[in-house]
Structures are given as C-alpha cells and as structure tokens.
C-alpha cells in the first residue's frame, strides 16, 4: 500500500514537473498616477511591473460617487456606470510627440493615456460607449489598471484605486510659471515666428535675462501665451496679437539658441498685452492654484509645434 501511494505521488510530481510553473503565475501588477485633468479629460501615468504588460492593459473607472455607492468594487465583466478599455496597439492622436508608439509595455515602462479623449484615438479594443465619451466637469472619478493575460500568464490584479476632480483649463498661468514647472507643459515643441524649437531651447529662453532685447522679452511672454493656449485656455482675446509677434520675430532665432535681437520700443506694446493675458488681467483670468498638468487639443498641437 505505501508503494502504491509513493508511486502515485512520484508521478503527480513528476506531472508537475513537466507543465511549467509559469503558466500559473499571473502579470505583475501595474501602478497608476492622475497626472492633471481637464474639464473633460483625465490624464494618467501607467507604469508596468517588472514583468511588463506584453499584452497591454486594462483601465476601468466611473464617477467615484457610483463607486463608493456600490461599496468600493469593480464589474469584472463590465458595465453601464463602468468605462472600460483594453489598451492593445498603436496609438496614433495623443503620442505625446512621438514617446508613445504602442500600448504594450516593457518591464517598468510608463505611459500616458487621455481618459475621455479617445473617441478618436487608436490602439484601443472592447472600449464601451462610456469609456470614449468626454468625462464630465467638475465631478471626481475613480480609476484602476491591470495588465492583460494570455495562454499562459494570467492577468495581474487590479491596481489601487485612483480619484481625481475634473476641473477648469480656461484659464493662464505667467511665464515664471511655465519656467519653473517643465513637467507641466502641454506640448514639448513650440514656434516663434517662423523657427521652430524643443522644449529644452524654450526653457533656455525663459531663462536667459532680457537686458534690454526686446526680442526676448516678446518671446518670453509669447511662450507663455502659447503654452497657456495649448493647455486650453480660450484664445480668443489674444490671438491677433499672437500672430502679430509671430510676424515681428520673423526667423530671427532668440538668445542663446541664437544671436537675434529687436530693441524694445518695437516689441514693447505686445509684451504688455500677451503679460496682461498671461496674468488674467485679460482673457479668461488666471488659474491661480489649479494644477496645470493636461494635454493639449490635437488641434492645438499642429498649430503651436
């Protein structure tokens, strides 16, 4: 009896030997951030775990009033006040210049994803009506992550519960503002007059004092003008003066990317309108401690880049 046993445990080991131990393990899990949201837009950092995510990833929310209401739980199987979508390609509208060619991710990879700015986006599988609809100002959301399984990984655990308030993005920040919080740009190229630079030029820009160039000083106020439209402030107020300094630099390329210089009695009348907008004494006012953080409109960024 007891060789009978042994033989039958001898086996069963030995069965287990020869399935890989793998093909039970699941997907770590991934980490979520709220970067910054918009009044319709929410936009979230997702990092992978150490096994990555080859299949893509999973993000589910809805408003954090119905999450608290249902005792803090997810639909495994979706649902009608539950956004879900499966992030599995490429994506081709919100690229953030190029960084983000697909939604599958290496071991630690982080991405950035546009909650409520999908509609239009690609890469995206079984996403339901809610999930490629604009989210809704003003109202706190609850969200989550998982990576996918396969044949042979399951799919990690759901990541830790995230909120975040959708708020106010008409509004303008000062070029002081911009020069100190880099993270916080909305686009990473801009154009003055007709040259073209990258962000860390800009930043060069902001950071070079004036000493009576008025190119500078237009230009300083006008990366703020600019960074303040691209993160959807309404331009209405201010837009024929945009273009008015766009004119006025030319293709001259500001210091220290370059040697270009105009004296001050010229730039000087559109250096106080485009401050007065970037302070909120006109246009739609300043943000004051609303956080920056969003991206701007696909619009937007063919125009200021």
């Known amino acids: 009896m007891f060789r009978r046993y042994t033989s039958i445990v001898f086996a069963a080991l ?22 910054g949201t918009g009044n319709a837009k929410w936009i979230v950092d997702v990092t992978a775990g150490p096994s990555g995510a080859p299949n893509g990833f999973t993000v589910w929310w809805m408003k ?28 081709t509208l919100n690229t953030w210049d190029g960084t983000l060619t697909s939604f599958v991710l290496a071991p630690n990879q982080t991405i950035k994803i546009e909650i409520g700015d999908l509609f239009d986006e690609t890469g995206l599988t079984n996403a339901n009506t809610l999930a490629l609809s604009e989210l809704e100002s003003g109202v706190e959301y609850v969200f989550c992550a998982w990576a996918l399984g396969d044949g042979s990984v399951s799919a990690s655990a759901y990541s830790v519960a995230v909120t975040g308030t959708t708020g106010q993005t008409n509004c303008t920040y000062t070029q002081g503002y911009w020069k100190n919080h880099p993270g916080d740009w909305p686009v990473l190229s801009l154009t003055l007059g007709t040259v073209n630079y990258n962000q860390a030029e800009l930043l060069s820009i902001l950071g070079q004092p004036a000493m009576g160039n008025g190119l500078l000083t237009l230009a300083h106020q006008l990366i703020a003008t600019k960074l303040n439209i691209a993160f959807g402030a309404d331009p209405t107020a201010i837009s024929a003066d945009v273009a008015a300094a766009d004119a006025l630099i030319g293709g001259l390329v ?9 004296p001050t009695a010229t730039t000087s009348p ?36």
């Open 64 to 91: 954090k009033s119905t999450f608290d209401a249902i005792g803090g739980t997810w639909f495994p199987t979706g649902n009608s006040v539950q956004a879900a979508v499966y992030f599995t390609g490429v994506p």
């Open 254 to 262: 500001c210091p220290p990317v370059g040697a270009g210089s105009l």
């Open 14 to 35: 030995l069965a287990l030997a020869a399935f890989p131990l793998g093909a039970f393990a699941a997907y770590d899990t991934p980490e979520v951030a709220s970067i």
């Open 270 to 305: 559109l250096v106080q309108t485009l401050d007065d907008w970037n302070n909120g004494i006109t246009g739609p006012g300043h943000c004051g401690s609303t956080p920056a953080r969003t991206s701007t409109w696909g619009g937007v960024k063919s125009i200021y880049r």
